[in-house]
């Protein structure tokens, strides 16, 4: 399978606990974006990459929120500090530039208790 | 204001019926447009993209007034298969390349 992929595809997790999820895009695209998507509504941009750079944050992303990609392949989001309202789907994306038809990876669902 | 807006619905409707979706955005500087569909717990799929002059894939239309701000899909002939919630999706700068998603319209076609 050649198509986007997420890593773990569910975690529950206790409030106050740090997670880490990762992204592996298709391997030429060079662009790279995260997305949260609650119950009910539509994904909601976070972060995207162009290669290794991280070149726009949403004010979604606190300071709690982190992403990395280095080496612009794979792709890691760190969620520290958990709260019950971070519980939601983190949906990985990527495209071949900035115009290129944006793939979704099958996303991670995170709860927190 | 919400960037894009949808009505949710659900809309219920027998098969072969044609059903049409609206949205509305607030970005009148937006670049790009596009419906995705999304099955339930499953990932947004690309359905198409919405040019200015209208464009249409098999039983699937689209429309864009850049005008009024507003997109719509109209389906043909549903097909239970149809059943899933619609995106409507604003790329709102060429540049960024990051979407902005309506909150979906749902539809459930019936036997």
């Known amino acids: 399978d050649t198509g986007v992929s997420q890593d773990p595809r569910h975690k529950i997790t206790k409030r106050g606990q740090n997670v880490t999820f990762r992204c592996d895009p298709i391997?030429?695209?060079?662009?790279l974006y995260w997305y949260r998507q609650t119950l009910g509504q539509g994904p909601e941009f976070l972060t995207y990459?162009?290669?290794?750079?991280?070149?726009?944050k949403s004010r979604l992303l606190s300071d709690r929120f982190s992403a990395e990609r280095p080496k612009g392949s794979f792709s890691t989001l760190e969620i520290q500090r958990t709260e019950q309202g971070d519980s939601a789907m983190y949906l990985c994306?990527?495209?071949?530039?900035?115009?290129?038809?944006?793939?979704f990876g099958p996303g991670t669902r995170l709860t927190v208790t | 204001r919400k960037e894009v807006e949808q009505d949710p619905g659900p809309f219920n409707v027998p098969e072969g019926a044609t059903v049409a979706f609206n949205c509305t955005y607030s970005?009148?500087?937006?670049?790009?447009f596009f419906w995705y569909r999304q099955d339930c717990r499953k990932e947004p799929k690309l359905l198409m993209s919405v040019y200015s002059s209208g464009n249409e894939d098999g039983r699937f239309t689209a429309q864009l007034n850049r005008a009024s701000q507003y997109i719509s899909l109209l389906i043909r002939d549903s097909k239970l298969s149809d059943s899933a919630t619609y995106l409507c999706v604003v790329n709102p700068s060429g540049n960024t390349g990051k979407l902005i998603f309506g909150q979906g319209t749902t539809l459930q076609v019936k036997p």
């Open positions: 990459f162009q290669n290794e750079a991280q070149l726009e």
């Open positions: 970005n009148s500087a937006s670049q790009s």
């Open positions: 391997s030429e695209h060079n662009r």
């Open positions: 994306a990527s495209s071949r530039g900035s115009l290129g038809e944006q793939y």
